[in-house]
């Protein structure tokens, strides 16, 4: 049933989930609440639930795959900017030393 979904409605409907209030969605989407409220009409509509009780009480099982999912995104995520930090460090060290012996050399 989530596949006839939008992406606006995953979105909607993932932000619903993880229970961030309508009032935060409307701002982090940047539209009007009354927009969202539209919006979660319609998807409560197309999942056969009438109100977030019955959302969490059908979905949310769902809920907890998409946050070790994103756990291990993020994770994988620092580990990248780890290795970006670790390689850069590196060729600013290995530039430095490379300074260093040639200065050396025109100095004596």
Known sequence: MRDDLTPRQQELFSMLLRGISPKDIAAHLNIAYNTL????????????????????????????????????????????????????????????IVTIVLLSKLTF
């Open 37 to 96: 409220l539209y919006h979660q009409k319609k998807l409560y509509c197309k999942l056969g639930v009438h109100n977030i009780q019955e959302l969490m009480a059908k979905y949310s099982h769902e809920i907890k795959d998409e946050v070790e999912n994103d756990a291990a995104m993020e994770s994988s995520t620092i580990t990248i900017h780890k290795g970006v930090l670790l390689g850069t460090f590196g060729i600013i060290l290995g530039l430095l």
